[in-house]
């Protein structure tokens, strides 16, 4: 199994951007991004995102790993 990248924040927002995510605002250091089935996911805008956080985050998502890598290649 692939392990996951160490990528930032932005680009993060970038492959959800793809998934059907939208930038809704900003809170602090933390970008918010809304989808249309009404999930909410507050991303840190850090140079590295954490394995251990990147995880959390693809599964708040509702994506799969395999989802993830798919639109991380694309």
Known sequence: MTRLPVI???EFVKIMRQAGFVWDHTEG???IL???SGRRLSVPRHKELGR???R???KDAGLTREDFLRLLRE
């Open 8 to 10: 930032s924040g932005d």
């Open 29 to 31: 250091s933390h970008m």
């Open 56 to 58: 959390a985050l693809i």
């Open 34 to 36: 809304l989808h249309s």
């Open 52 to 54: 251990g956080l990147l």
